[in-house]
């Protein structure tokens, strides 16, 4: 999202089946909120205050630094189904029972 957003394409992260329902401005807008919403360091990220005053007013707001993870696909085109990597999340139980 923060890649499209800062190449000028946010736009095309909204669902094609809202056509013309929806001012473009306002979407940008709370994408750039949004992206300062999950900035790294809590100390850029603005406060529920400052975010209802972003959303109800056309101020001029910082700009977002690209976040820490962000998906990155250095080739272009489909890849094969083999060279799709996918990560492996997992977590540990431990059942405690009385004897």
């Not at 400052?50 to 700009?63: G, I, N, Y």
Request: charged share 20%; proline share 7%.
């Amino acid at each position: 999202a923060w890649h499209s957003w800062n190449e000028g394409r946010g736009l095309e992260l909204v669902d094609e089946t809202l056509t013309d329902s929806y001012s473009s401005s306002e979407v940008m807008r709370c994408m750039h909120i949004g992206l300062l919403c999950i900035q790294d360091n809590a100390a850029d990220r603005p406060t529920m205050p400052d975010v209802v005053f972003m959303l109800s007013s056309e101020t001029d707001r910082r700009q977002p630094k690209e976040p820490i993870f962000t998906f990155q696909n250095p080739v272009s085109g489909p890849q094969p189904q083999s060279e799709i990597i996918f990560s492996a999340n997992e977590a540990t139980m431990s059942m405690i029972q009385g004897r």
